[in-house]
């Protein structure tokens, strides 16, 4: 079966760096997205890790560790516009590439 | 990017009646598009998988005559509620498959909000 896990929510201030993080325990594993989705909206695609280690595009950096079963999502200088919901997804084999979608993270920035 | 349209973006109709929602990929072909179920505060279910020319997979619990998928070309799916029922209003969301490099992406449509009377 599939399981991931991540925070239901979470607080920061603007300007500042937050990591949310996801945990997986699934049957096979063939790459971890990251999805944000702000509320009545479909999810946009924010990043993409198959690999162990650091992707970093711009503000937005994501991380994966397969032996752990763990990734993170690092947002920095945070704005008011990144108010959304942080979903993770594990694919788990390449025929279908299906995604199976944690329930998301809630991200709340404040000023 | 790629960019993925849905029809209609917001539909109400009367218990018992069909509802035919349409995705595209407007800029790509897509082999493979998917058609996801979100409820209020949950995260997207996977109802089925849909490859073009062949009928569509089903997840576990989502009836194929209730939902019908029909993928008759490279860059249009659409997914027929048939007989629907106020438990199948909810945020119904498309996404297509890039395929090519390593990702093999989903890109998502806006979603169709179904709300059923």
């Known amino acids: 079966g599939q399981n991931i896990d991540q925070p239901t929510e979470m607080t920061a201030t603007e300007g500042a760096i937050v990591q949310i993080n996801c945990t997986y325990q699934?049957?096979?594993?063939?790459?971890l997205f990251w999805y944000q989705q702000h509320a009545g909206e479909a999810p946009t695609f924010l990043s993409y890790n198959v690999l162990d280690g650091l992707e970093e595009k711009g503000r937005f950096s994501s991380f994966l560790s397969r032996s752990k079963g763990y990734s993170y999502l690092l947002l920095k200088e945070l704005q008011m516009k990144d108010s959304a919901s942080y979903l993770c997804?594990?694919?788990?084999?390449?025929?279908?590439?299906?995604?199976?979608f944690g329930k998301g993270t809630m991200l709340l920035v404040s000023p | 990017g790629a960019v993925v349209s849905q029809h209609p973006s917001r539909v109400i109709c009367k218990s018992g009646t069909s509802v035919k929602i349409e995705c595209r990929s407007l800029?790509?072909?897509?082999?493979?598009m998917f058609w996801y179920r979100q409820f209020p505060k949950q995260s997207l279910m996977l109802m089925a998988t849909?490859?073009?020319?062949?009928?569509?997979?089903?997840e576990q619990g989502v009836e194929k005559d209730k939902f019908l998928i029909n993928h008759a070309s490279l860059t249009l799916s659409t997914l027929t509620v048939t007989s629907a029922h106020p438990e199948d209003s909810s945020f119904y969301i498309c996404?297509?498959?890039?395929?090519?490099?390593?990702?093999?992406?989903?890109?998502f449509g806006p979603g169709t909000r179904l709300t059923v009377l």
């Open positions: 996404s297509a498959q890039v395929r090519g490099g390593s990702a093999d992406t989903q890109y």
């Open positions: 997804a594990v694919r788990d084999w390449e025929g279908y590439s299906t995604l199976t």
């Open positions: 849909s490859n073009e020319g062949s009928k569509a997979t089903y």
């Open positions: 699934t049957s096979g594993f063939n790459g």
């Open positions: 800029d790509f072909q897509a082999t493979t």
